[in-house]
């Protein structure tokens, strides 16, 4: 496949809604610079925030929500279930907190 249907390519799902702009323009210019793609999970990893508007606490579980497509009610009940069984969801939840910056 040619430079010029990759960057077909990516106009076609940017023109569907798949990509951003941002997406796109990133995307377009690594094809360009030649540069190879991240892994998508450190994509995704970087691309986790804390949510503003669905959140209880400090709004890490609004935001794994929106990075994963699991509605919220699910990860705050993971998270308590792993509290409850032993501490641990306690500890991951705090240094999430501390760490993810909020959106």
Known sequence: MSIADD???LDELHAKGA???EEFERAKKRLLDNQPLPPP???ALNALRRSRADRWLGGVCGGIARATGIE???WRLAFALVAFAG???IVI???LWI???EE
Do not use: Q
Request: cysteine-free; aromatic content about 20%; glycine content about 10%.
């Open 19 to 21: 990509l951003s702009d």
């Open 72 to 74: 919220s009610w699910l």
């Open 93 to 95: 939840y705090v240094l």
């Open 41 to 43: 999970a450190f994509e």
């Open 99 to 101: 760490f993810v910056p």
């Open 7 to 9: 960057i077909a390519r």
């Open 87 to 89: 501490g641990a969801g």
